[in-house]
């Protein structure tokens, strides 16, 4: 599969507005190439260069399998948003600590076997676990940002 965005190239810098240093607004994605056999997709957004470990920013799953883009970071039903590692639903930007060097926020778009169906309070390990299991395909765009 492939995965972009009209805001950045794969390891470009992701503009502020996208970011905690501008409106925190969800980048537009778009992807194409999900093989015949999906029956669902989720999309994860992780920075993996975090302090504490990989921190999780986005985690939308259930998106319908004719799902191609993601233009205003809301996804339309059965698709929904989890708790990312803010512990709210929905996008949380880029917001690495100050002085850091540029940290890599990896977006990951998967085709899946069967939906989700997790609840909206899962964790962000819970998705990734199921994920794991149902995953069939992916694409990857990695951006970049530093405060």
């Known amino acids: 599969m492939t995965l972009r965005s009209g805001a950045f190239a794969d390891g470009g810098a992701i503009p502020a507005r996208y970011t905690c240093a501008g409106q925190g607004l969800a980048p537009p994605l778009a992807w194409r190439g999900a093989p015949a056999a999906a029956r669902a997709q989720a999309l994860v957004m992780e920075d993996p260069d975090a302090p504490g470990g990989t921190f999780v920013h986005w985690v939308v799953i259930d998106l319908s399998p004719d799902t191609t ?79």
């Open 69 to 147: 883009a993601l233009r205003d970071g809301r996804p339309a039903p059965p698709g929904r948003a989890l708790r990312n590692s803010f512990g709210e639903r929905g996008y949380g930007g880029p917001c690495p600590p100050e002085g850091d060097a540029p940290h890599r926020y990896v977006f990951r778009i998967y085709a899946l076997d069967a939906p989700l169906r997790l609840g909206t309070d899962s964790s962000p390990a819970d998705a990734r676990t199921a994920i794991g299991r149902h995953a069939i395909a992916s694409g990857r765009l990695t951006g970049r940002f530093g405060r």
